[in-house]
């Protein structure tokens, strides 16, 4: 067993470990891979583990690396991906029945650029349905269980991903956010979670929820490790025609950058909820202070629009994924209903049987928005009301360089409190919802535990391709904060 | 009481780009089912459609040779139902904001030139097919083939301006015209690749409403449209006048009945739910380049036929006939600058071996040669047609054939002195009786005279030597 323990290495030391040779590749795959089987039953953070490629590639990489051809910033070090991006050969389900046994014959954009780098994949991460979900309850292969508190939920839908960082049970991992699904469990796992902003990374490949808000995003144990993964994973894809092609910095100074002088800015109607925890707030209040002890300004900011954005959310959201789900009728790929007679029947069925409770709501929902004569009152309206949250903060990054906001009202609940009662489930991603209709990147960065040991995140957003300013900040806080440590799950002994 | 049709037309043209239009699948026809598929196009998790620039381009000339106002910016929407031939369960279109509008076509009549109208032309994509059981060997159950699915298409929408099924054949003949000069689509109906719809109603005359109409589909000719349209405005009035009424619905030609037929649909009311595509971006069309393609549109049909018969002074129905291709029109202007000449006589020639011309098997030099030397009555018109029927056959020059053939006519008067003598000499009685008054036997003469020479004599300067020597 490597010593110290090696859950606890950031993914940038893991690379420089065995670019230095302190460790080979296959040393570490089968110690992760040791750790995944002895941590799997209590947290459920993976759909597929793959032993047997993880370990031959990680012997390939050894060996490129003895005959000095290793290349690629992560050469040899073990990650995971969020079931959603499609990978060659390899069972993609995106949470879901109905794509069981689907494998793909491509690789997302985002999945070949991790392998590019060298990485070794160690396998699929859990997610809520589809990616519909606060809390990776709505898994067709079971809830994905929080590290720091396995009877609470690790936030969704890229909770298996937040969980497995969480847990050491990978050194990153890449998620999407289309609502905070990348922020929000991040903060409910004590991990960093990035959206970078719309168009940044490639979504081809990665199976639509919501095409207009859909993003891909690392999930990593620190700042410096999210910049690193996103300087992978970023980049103008041909294939994508919502992807920019715009030069992708090196993230990584980024980091470092002073904060003195920055303006911070605080949006009131962030604060002002009845839903916010006062321990969140207390911790968001103390991240502001790290901040203007480092020389930072903090400056007072309104977006009038807030109170608008969740219900955007689900006329938008909804609208698209009803169109996007659309294909999965039994007649290509994935599940087919037994027993129909005739074609109708084949597809209600196969549809009745594959898609589970959330994704037929929101299915429903959109239909219904997108009907004829009701179009411009619902999906119409929403794209106007979208016009204006992007608008307001337009108007916010005249006067700060970044937001400070909670990432999520409250830390993680438990299993199964909220799954009756979805508008309050809804309510979970209410502070990341606004950046993902403006379409501007977010990070959420761990600022402290709550009283009874439970993570609370901090969200910070800024312009359009304005990352750097993101890690800048980000840097600041988790340099001025005690690390969390490792989640209790992650620091029990699991090997003899 | 009498009738008035109104008739507007909607064409798909499919595009003759290489790929489809958002993904890189060959869209050529004929290939093996499902060969021309991929994760694209087949609608697979995960994947985006990226539009295909040659497709805009086509389509951009298209709007620009039929007057259209290219729009800026126009955008793709889905147009959502489910179907085993549309993998993705939408189709990618065009819907609100198209990309071009309020263009026409000019078509002539016997009451001369005649307007009609375009609404708008959109680009979309086009679906799969559905193979049944039965329909080729091995079918076991309905099959889909994927290859057309992602083929681009574009729309052309016409205004109600058509009153004849003789003028909706002659929009849509010139339509196809248009798109073939611009080798922006191959105009083949049979194959698919030009399909029309027919919106047909009636109303009487001096009216200013609208009839109830009905959507006429599954006509795959010219000839068919116009006999679908035919039809469908005599059933339409008959309706009315035997008290009934036009209900609108979709009907299907059948061409081996000869009739329009009501399209049963239980599914009758559909809702698309259009929205913008998110994964496409507005397209954006920018001034420069409309007027960069407007400088590579060619001289279209209408422009060739004016043209042709002002310049070579030939009749606008051989100019027309010669402008139904832009090849043979230029073949045309090839001879004629080869070889003055009566333009009208090249004009006949091209006409008489269109097919051949068209299928490349005849050069310019061919049918110039061929017209010079019947003009100089080096070549009778019986052996001028022999002649380029074996430069057909053996791809020799028509000249060298000629030579080799000994086709050449006896147009030299000395040199038929000789033969005219012999014949004369040979017919004393009809001489006689010539030069009594008998003049009509100067034709008896003609031929001996042609016989004699074997076929070569030019018949025209033999008249001329006979007279003479007959006095
Ligand atoms: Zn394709």
Redesign the interface.
Known sequence: MPNPPFHEWTLIEAARKIRDGEISSRELTAALLERIAALEPKINAYITVLPEAAMARAAACDEERARGKASGALHGVPVGLKDIFCTRGVQTTCGSRILAGFDPPYDAGVASKVLASGAVLLGKHNMDEFAMGSSTETSHFGPTRNPWDPSRIPGGSSGGTAASVAAGTCFAGVGTDTGGSIRQPAALCGVVGLKPTYGRVSRYGMIAFASSLDQAGPLTRSVADAAAMLGIIAGHDRRDSTSVDVPVPDYLPAVSRPVRGMRIGLPREYFEGAGLDPEVKAAVERALKILTDQGAVAVEVSLPHTEYALSTYYLIAPAEASSNLARYDGVRYGHRAEGASGLIEMMSKTRAEGFGAEVKRRIMIGTYALSAGYYEAFYGKAQKVRTLIRRDFAAAFEKADALLTPTTPTPAFRIGEKTGDPLTMYLSDIYTIPCNLAGIPGISVPCGLSKSGLPIGAQLLAKHFDEETLFAVAGAVERALPAPGAAPVASAPVHK | MEFEAVIGLEVHAQLSTESKIFCACSAKFGAAPNENSC?VC??????????NRKAVEYAVRTALATSCRVQRRSVFA?K?Y?Y?DL????QISQYEAPLALAGHVDIETDGGTKRIGITRIHMEEDAGKLVHEGEFAGAQA?L?DLNRCSVPLMEIVSEPDMRTPEEAGAYLRRLRDILVYLEVCDGNMEEGSFRCDANVSVRPKGQKEFGTKAELKNMNSFRNVEKAVEYEIRRQIETIEDGGRVVQETRLWDANAGVTASMRRKEEAH?Y???PD????PLVVEDAWVEELRGTIPELPADKIARLSRDYGIPRYDAGILSSSRALADFFERCVALYGGAAKTTANECVHWKDAILAGRLTPETIAHAVEDRESGTVSATASKKLVEAVLETGKAFRALRDEKGLTQLSDASALDAVVDKVLAASPKEVESYRGGKTGLLSFFVGQVMKESRGKANPKIVQEVLKKKLG
């Open positions: 994760p087949t609608g697979m998790p995960g994947v985006l459609p990226v539009l889905r959502n489910f085993p993998p993705k369960a939408y309905s889909a809702d739910r259009y929205f998110p994964d496409l971006l």
